[in-house]
């Protein structure tokens, strides 16, 4: 079987069937040798983003490729890099658990004020207040798909009613187009969507006005589906607690560190500790399919060919 593959982890070299030719590649500048001869390329993934456009670029330098695997779930910002022989496989699932766990951490988060308790611990105060609560909250999910589904999984056992919505309507899930209509008296809506054409600003001014005094927007999907200039207006009438932003990192100075009401983690909910044995043994799978000549999995964009 020829080509090579690049992928990140030894685990993965090393579990590979034996007719393929494994390479590793983690990141950084590419390889001197042997791009023009890859067939499957496994983009890394790593918590930087600094050399991300690098780990793309190099598509550009193998003529030979067949399979781009990413081990993200969005791919939109990959598509228009790729022939038209190529296929592109995505990490749905990969990150389900991780960025629900996240989502729910910066709800309690913000609700429990736990910022503001780390700044008093710092500062020796001891200043009890009500606080809020996650029981009996209105909270609407935005992007029901599988990590959507997992974070309500975990939000329904504090008693909230969850409002689910996707792009298309179907049982149980509302549709985009009714959002407007929805979006009085919830408490918090969490943000889950890929970045699309369709969903970039998709949460703006006008929908922010219709939330009520004190709501939460969480944003765990992608920066740019929030209007930040939109969010930053409403001066902490509505809350906000952000894995992603939009500039994504801000720049220093930028309002969004110290808005008010604006609670940021830099993009940390998908790359958790359960993400990476889950990773390696997807890839492990997914090379033993490839060398079958079998279906791969989490296919998003197929390639003029059929995968060979």
């Not at 975990?154 to 009714?178: C, K, M, N, Y």
């Not at 918090?188 to 890929?194: A, H, M, R």
């Not at 004190?214 to 944003?219: E, F, G, K, S, Y």
């Amino acid at each position: 079987m020829g080509g090579r593959i690049l992928l990140q982890w030894e685990q993965n070299r090393d579990n590979a069937p034996d007719p393929l030719t494994v390479d590793l590649y983690t990141g950084g500048p590419a390889p001197d040798e042997g791009l023009e001869e890859v067939v499957f390329y496994q983009v890394p993934y790593t918590p930087s983003t600094q050399d991300v456009d690098a780990r793309l670029d190099m598509i550009a330098r193998m003529p030979s490729l067949r399979v781009v695997q990413l081990l993200s779930a969005g791919y939109e910002h990959v598509l228009p890099l790729l022939p038209d022989h190529v296929t592109l496989c995505n990490g749905r699932g990969l990150h389900d658990a991780g960025t629900a766990e996240h989502a729910l951490a910066l709800i309690l988060a913000s609700q429990r004020e736990l910022p503001r308790w780390a700044l008093a611990q710092k500062e020796d105060r001891w200043e009890p207040v009500v606080l809020r609560s996650l029981a009996d909250r209105r909270v609407m999910i935005i992007g029901h798909g599988s990590i959507g589904r997992a974070i309500e999984r975990r939000l329904l056992p504090f008693e909230t009613e969850i409002v689910r919505v996707a792009s298309r309507a179907r049982p149980g899930v509302h549709g985009i187009d009714e959002l407007h209509g929805l979006l009085p008296g919830t408490d918090v809506v969490v943000l889950v969507t890929p970045l699309t054409e369709t969903t970039r600003g998709l949460f703006g001014a006008a929908e922010l006005a219709l939330l009520p005094d004190d709501a939460l927007v969480v944003n765990v999907g992608r920066g740019a589906v929030l209007d930040t200039e939109a969010l930053l207006a409403e001066r902490g009438r509505v809350r906000a607690a952000l894995d992603v932003t939009d500039p994504e990192p801000p720049p220093a100075g930028h309002p969004l560190w110290r808005a008010p009401g604006v609670f940021l983690t830099p993009h940390v909910a998908g790359g958790s500790a359960s993400f990476y044995p889950r990773a390696k043994a997807f890839m492990d799978a997914q090379l033993a399919r490839w060398a079958a000549g079998e279906d791969l999995a989490n296919v998003v964009r197929r390639g003029a060919h059929r995968d060979r």
